[in-house]
Every structure is written in structure tokens, then in C-alpha cells.
């Protein structure tokens, strides 16, 4: 069991970094371009979203990589 949550947390930290990716090239860009007002969409996704979603989920990746979830 231990091994399965080792795994998932490289599974985590790819799925942080592809949220993260995503939301930046794929929702934020776009609306970057189109301008008005759109802007603050485009703020919130950039500056907001991105990095509480990526940062969160690669970092329980990274907990669950070392091994921290392994008592439970």
C-alpha cells in the first residue's frame, strides 16, 4: 500500500504541474489576448488559481513521495 501512494504522488506532482500548465497556456492566455474584460478573469487564473492549484497539489505529491502519509 505504501508503494501505491509513493507512486501517486508522482502521479500528484505531474497532475499539479499539468494544472498549472493548463490554466496558464489554455485559459489565462487567451483571455490576456482578447483584453477588456476579460482582464480580470485573466488576472485571477494567473495570479491566483495557477499557483494555489499547482503548488497545492505537487506538494501533497511530494509529501506522499517522501513517504509522510505512510503511518495512515
Known amino acids: 500500500m505504501n508503494l ?3 507512486i501517486l504522488g508522482i502521479v500528484w506532482i505531474g497532475l499539479g504541474i499539468g ?3 493548463y490554466l496558464i497556456y489554455f485559459q489565462a492566455v487567451p ?3 482578447k ?3 476579460d482582464l480580470v478573469p485573466a ?3 494567473t495570479f491566483v488559481l495557477a499557483p494555489l ?5 505537487s506538494l501533497f505529491g511530494f509529501y ?3 513517504g509522510e502519509f ?3
Open 4 to 6: 501505491i501512494k509513493r
Open 19 to 21: 494544472a498549472g500548465i
Open 31 to 33: 483571455l490576456w489576448a
Open 35 to 37: 483584453g477588456g474584460n
Open 43 to 45: 488576472i485571477i487564473y
Open 53 to 57: 492549484i499547482s503548488i497545492g497539489m
Open 64 to 66: 506522499a513521495l517522501q
Open 70 to 72: 505512510d503511518t495512515i
